[in-house]
């Protein structure tokens, strides 16, 4: 059976996933699944972690690392919400 209608209407790129979505999620810090559970879109559990790692390299603290999360999704929600963003 194909989900291909289960992204939601969005403009940005599909990609494709290499690993188990769910064993990654379930291997991420708690910190960071917490802000994956209430943020606005999903977001890939690999990308999330990646980003993570490198704010918390940069900031030293999970508050102010989930901050920067909330600035990096406003920016993504930005440039999907264009003049075609909710057309399906």
């Not at 940069?58 to 920067?68: F, H, N, S, V, Y």
């Not at 990096?72 to 399906?88: C, K, Q, W």
Request: proline share 7%; aromatic share 4%; net charge positive.
């Amino acid at each position: 059976m194909r989900r291909d209608g289960n992204r939601g209407a969005s403009r940005l790129k599909a990609r494709r996933r290499a690993l188990d979505p769910m064993c990654a999620y379930d291997a991420l810090p708690a910190d960071l699944r917490a802000w994956m559970a209430n943020a606005a879109r999903p977001w890939s559990p690999t990308s999330c972690l990646r980003l993570w790692r490198k704010i918390m390299a940069e900031e030293g603290c999970p508050a102010r690392t989930r901050t920067r999360l909330d600035r990096i999704e406003a920016g993504t929600l930005a440039r999907d919400d264009g003049p075609s963003a909710g057309v399906v």
